[in-house]
């Protein structure tokens, strides 16, 4: 159990076009998810906590307005890039936690890669 | 602040030889989360351990082991009679008591198992 999907997998968008990445709990309910990116050949940064129900709460420097996020239902979560630019490609990685249990883990998905020309 | 450093890099080793991967975190927090990852070129992360901070019994998993360590804020980790699928890049994490608050992850250390 606690497996988490991502789609798409891979996308590439042009310039100025928004991008929309799900992030699904497939085997339980997530009360909180989390989105991450990474760069090449660097490490994880948490953009934003996202909770169901409820506004997502962003890291510092990572920009509400561009970065929309959607935690509609406890199996799912959205993220939109908006007005995409090529320093948005990246790697984006979610991850949620389970309802209900005083889990310790996140349960990672499998990444998103984002390819803005 | 919390805080992960992992100051290797890169390692290359040959197959059947032991490394350690070096992992120092900063905390003010007492009760704390630190975890292992390994991200293989698929880009998908694979947990390996928790452990929590009240807890410095050393682990072993098979070829894995880790060595936590608070006197020195570190949480090291072990891979004895490496092997090519060991190949990947590896990151030590934080989060604050509760676990499933937030990471911080560290910069990660690619490890190349070499034939």
């Known amino acids: 159990g606690a497996v988490v999907s991502q789609h798409p997998s891979w996308v590439i968008c042009k310039s100025g076009t928004s991008v929309k990445i799900e992030c699904r709990s497939l085997?339980?309910?997530?009360?909180?998810m989390f989105w991450y990116r990474q760069f090449p050949k660097q490490s994880l940064m948490l953009m934003a906590t996202?909770?169901?129900?409820?506004?997502?709460?962003?890291e510092q420097g990572v920009e509400k307005d561009k970065f929309l996020i959607n935690h509609a239902s406890l199996t799912l979560s959205t993220l939109t890039v908006t007005s995409a630019h090529p320093e948005d490609s990246s790697f984006y990685i979610c991850?949620?936690?389970?309802?209900?249990?005083?889990?310790?883990?996140?349960?990672f998905g499998p990444g998103t890669r984002l390819t803005v020309t | 602040a919390q805080k992960v450093t992992q100051a290797q890099t890169e390692i290359s080793v040959v197959e059947k030889e032991d490394v350690t991967l070096d992992c120092v975190y900063e905390?003010?927090?007492?009760?704390?989360?630190l975890f292992w990852y390994k991200q293989p070129p698929s880009g998908e992360l694979v947990f390996l351990i928790r452990r929590n901070s009240f807890d410095e019994q050393n682990e072993i998993s098979g070829r894995y082991s880790w060595n936590f360590q608070k006197s020195t804020s570190s949480f090291n980790f072990t891979i004895t009679a490496s092997q090519v699928v060991d190949s990947a890049v590896y990151f030590c994490?934080?989060?604050?008591?509760?676990?499933?608050?937030?990471?911080?992850f560290g910069t990660g250390t690619q490890l190349k198992v070499e034939l």
């Open positions: 994490a934080l989060s604050r008591g509760g676990g499933g608050n937030k990471l911080t």
């Open positions: 991850s949620a936690r389970k309802y209900g249990q005083d889990s310790y883990e996140q349960y």
């Open positions: 996202s909770n169901e129900g409820s506004k997502a709460t962003y």
């Open positions: 905390t003010r927090d007492t009760t704390y989360y």
């Open positions: 085997d339980f309910q997530a009360t909180t």
